[in-house]
């Protein structure tokens, strides 16, 4: 019993010898930290990376973080990997990357080029953002800066988390999320498209005042311009604004924020707008014989917060007209988002994964064919829009 003891400590204690925690550590100083990949394909239809990357240099306050991009090409992902370290001199960090770019062109031929990296590379984390590029390149998205003092990557999360919290239009997909949407039956990815937009800047001097902004002296910053939609592998078409707020009511998992803006029940070229403060949504199917309808309820709770008249639009009557118009409003929303999403085959509002849910037998006799049956699903929806509160004074103002 005592020499089997000896033996087991002893092989615990060489044991240790081979095991160290940071077998594969790198030093900071020969470390590269990629704050946005760009994957795009190139006319001679191989895969071409380019990174963005951080300059180890201390970062001035309210100034962006100065950046480099490097690029290289290759057959595979793996192969332009391989070459972009070749080229650099640095060992090329990826685990602090905030987000990757899909170049739209690259998107709309095959997903299959480029989803074995992403969905089983160690070095990616599972909540890293997935973009597609819109009217720019990849390679134009990562070379591209942010005016809000941050890098490229962490500038593109803010984007998108600021958009949830005011606009509430475009829904971040993480590369997580995009992986089990383009694997799993009955669901297609959609994922926020991103553009540049030059937006005019003040030219300063340490002896004259700032002058006023100017297309002339525009520098281009990536905005959010629609949302991309997928059929299997493929990028076959886009949401625009509405549509992407159609598809907000549909899916999004943060069921708060963001506004709508109706006509004036008195003033028809007039506006009201009106906050989201939550919704609850409920979709279900309902089976008769063959036939399939989903039937799709939003309960909204809205707050009065802008108008251009000076009517009392919030006695009893009047706000109940605001609230058809809310309504209204949102099922125009909706009914763009399906018809599109329809008009394409593509199902990004999750419908045959409800079933699956829902009606599992049922789907396992439909699924091989619901592509075409999702284009003819028919859908039933039911509004149900309350303002509860005002954050303007009881009465508006008057003007002479």
């Given at each position: 019993m005592?020499?089997?003891?000896t033996?087991i400590?002893?092989?615990?204690s060489?044991s240790?010898l081979f095991?160290?925690?940071?077998w594969d550590?790198?030093?900071i100083?020969n470390t590269?930290?990629?704050?946005v990949?760009?994957?795009d394909?190139?006319s001679?239809?191989?895969?071409?990376?380019?990174?963005?990357?951080?300059?180890?240099?201390?970062i001035?306050?309210n100034?962006?973080?100065?950046?480099?991009?490097?690029?290289?090409?290759?057959?595979s992902?793996?192969e332009?990997?391989r070459?972009l370290c070749?080229?650099?001199?640095?060992?090329?960090?990826?685990?602090?990357?905030e987000?990757?770019?899909?170049?739209k062109?690259?998107?709309?031929t095959?997903?299959?080029l480029?989803?074995d990296?992403?969905?089983r590379?160690?070095h990616l984390r599972?909540?890293l953002?997935i973009?597609?590029?819109?009217?720019n390149?990849?390679?134009?998205?990562?070379s591209?800066?942010t005016?809000?003092g941050?890098?490229l990557g962490r500038?593109l999360?803010?984007?998108?988390a600021?958009n949830?919290q005011s606009?509430?239009?475009?829904?971040?997909?993480?590369?997580l999320?995009f992986?089990i949407?383009?694997?799993?039956?009955?669901?297609e990815?959609a994922?926020p498209?991103?553009?540049l937009?030059?937006?005019p800047i003040?030219?300063?001097?340490?002896?004259?005042a700032?002058q006023s902004?100017?297309?002339m002296?525009?520098?281009?910053t990536?905005?959010l311009?629609?949302?991309?939609?997928?059929?299997?592998?493929q990028?076959?078409g886009s949401?625009d604004?509405?549509?992407t707020?159609?598809?907000?009511?549909?899916?999004?998992?943060?069921q708060?924020?963001g506004?709508i803006?109706i006509?004036?029940?008195f003033?028809?070229?007039?506006?009201?707008?009106?906050?989201?403060i939550?919704?609850?949504r409920?979709?279900?199917p309902?089976i008769?014989g063959?036939k399939?309808i989903?039937?799709i309820n939003?309960i909204a709770s809205?707050t009065?917060i802008?108008q251009q008249?000076?009517e009392?639009?919030?006695?009893?009557?009047?706000?109940?007209?605001?609230?058809?118009l809310?309504e209204k409003?949102?099922?125009?929303?909706?009914?763009?988002c399906?018809?599109?999403?329809?008009s394409?085959?593509?199902?990004?509002?999750g419908?045959?994964?409800t079933?699956?849910k829902?009606?599992p037998?049922?789907?396992?006799q439909i699924?091989e064919?619901?592509p075409?049956m999702y284009?003819?699903?028919?859908?039933n929806?039911?509004?149900?829009?309350k303002?509860y509160?005002?954050?303007?004074?009881i009465?508006?103002?008057?003007f002479?």
């Open positions: 005592k020499l089997k003891k033996f400590f002893t092989f615990l060489l240790m095991n160290g925690g940071c550590y790198s030093e100083d590269a930290v990629v704050t990949m760009g994957l394909l190139t001679q239809g191989e895969i071409k990376i380019s990174a963005n990357i951080i300059k180890p240099f201390p001035l306050k100034k962006s973080p100065e950046t480099f991009v490097i690029s290289a090409t290759g057959r992902c793996a332009a990997v070459r070749l080229s650099f001199c640095k060992v090329i960090e990826v685990s602090q990357m987000a990757i770019v899909i170049g062109e690259l998107a709309q095959d997903l299959s480029i989803m990296f992403l969905s590379n160690r599972p909540n953002l973009m597609i590029s819109g009217t390149t990849a390679e134009e998205i990562v591209s800066n005016p809000q941050v890098s500038g999360s803010r984007l998108l600021q949830q606009a509430n239009i475009f829904i971040p997909i993480r590369e999320d992986t949407y383009s694997a799993q039956a009955g669901i990815p994922i498209i991103v553009s937009a030059a937006q003040s030219i300063t001097s340490d002896n004259s700032p902004p100017s297309l002296d525009a520098q281009k990536p905005v311009s629609g949302t991309a939609l997928f059929k299997g592998r990028m076959v949401f604004d509405l549509e707020m159609g598809h907000r009511w549909l899916i999004s998992g943060m708060k924020g506004f803006t006509p004036d029940p003033v028809m070229d007039k506006t009201v707008d009106l906050k989201i939550e919704f609850q409920k979709i279900k309902l008769s063959d399939i989903m039937e939003i809205l009065f802008s008249t000076n009392n639009l919030l006695e009893a009557q009047t706000l109940k007209q605001i609230e058809l809310a409003e949102i099922q125009r929303q909706i009914n763009a399906i018809v599109k999403s329809q394409l085959q593509s199902d990004v509002l419908w045959g994964w079933l699956n829902l009606e037998q049922m789907w396992c699924k064919q619901w075409a284009s003819q699903t028919e859908y929806i039911k509004i149900d829009a303002i509160n005002s954050m303007l004074t009465s508006p103002p008057k002479s």
